[in-house]
């Protein structure tokens, strides 16, 4: 089983629809929780990041962990066609970036 | 501009030919690593270094080598030995106690 398990999707939405991303996790020594986005053939790039349980929000985007169900959330709101990619959640105990857990993936595209 | 470069962006090669991908930094981090992203896998961690003329294997190190005389670089060859190399080659970085890395543009590599 993977620390880290995330559904690959696709999953396609309409403009302007409210998207949930989820993942769950089997370490429960979790404590740092990050979601990457990936354009197609991009590197990932840092979007979100949380500690420990609870919301945080920018923008259009909000992050949600719930650690006594190791699930990991990220939401957005009034999506746009530019939403369009790869969502990668990560996971780490300790702190140390080497520790980072990934998980595959959840493919989003927005329809305009 | 800070950031991490890869080069090429494209590669292709011949069966039974070594490759060598290049990663530079100019962020001043100490830590690098390689992925490997293939589709639904995820990233999966090749090498990583935290210090210069140290590095470590990852979780698919076989038919990979790397090297660290510099802080900036990375180099990863792809050697005859990893039978099957076709994938996106994706290198980050991280500073030195931070919890979270950052990405280059990724290479694809391609066997013919």
């Known amino acids: 089983q993977k620390e880290v398990e995330q559904d690959p999707g696709p999953l396609s939405v309409p403009e302007g629809a409210i998207v949930s991303l989820n993942c769950t996790y089997s370490?429960?020594?979790?404590?740092?929780f990050m979601w990457y986005r990936q354009y197609s053939r991009k590197g990932p790039e840092l979007l979100m990041y949380?500690?420990?349980?609870g919301n945080k929000e920018d923008g259009r985007f909000t992050a949600q962990v719930d650690k006594s169900s190791k699930y990991i959330s990220l939401f957005i709101r009034d999506s746009q066609p530019s939403d369009s990619a790869t969502y990668l959640c990560?996971?780490?105990?300790?702190?140390?970036?080497?520790?980072?857990?990934f998980g595959s993936g959840t493919q989003l595209t927005v329809l305009p | 501009d800070g950031g991490i470069t890869q080069s090429p962006k494209y590669l292709f090669r011949k069966e039974g030919q070594n490759v060598t991908l290049s990663c530079e930094q100019n962020?001043?981090?100490?830590?690098m690593y390689w992925y490997r992203q293939d589709p639904g896998q995820g990233l999966r961690l090749i090498y990583y270094?935290?210090?210069?003329?140290?590095?470590q294997k990852g979780d698919i190190a076989e038919g990979y080598s790397v090297s660290r005389e510099k802080k900036e670089s990375f180099p990863l060859t792809v050697t005859s030995a990893q039978k099957n190399p076709t994938a996106f080659y994706l290198c980050?970085?991280?500073?030195?106690?931070?919890?979270?890395?950052?990405f280059g543009p990724g290479t694809r590599l391609t066997v013919l």
């Open positions: 990560a996971s780490s105990s300790s702190g140390s970036a080497r520790q980072l857990t």
């Open positions: 370490n429960s020594a979790f404590q740092y």
């Open positions: 949380t500690y420990s349980s």
């Open positions: 962020l001043n981090h100490d830590a």
């Open positions: 270094s935290q210090i210069v003329n140290d590095f």
């Open positions: 980050a970085s991280s500073p030195q106690g931070s919890d979270t890395q950052y």
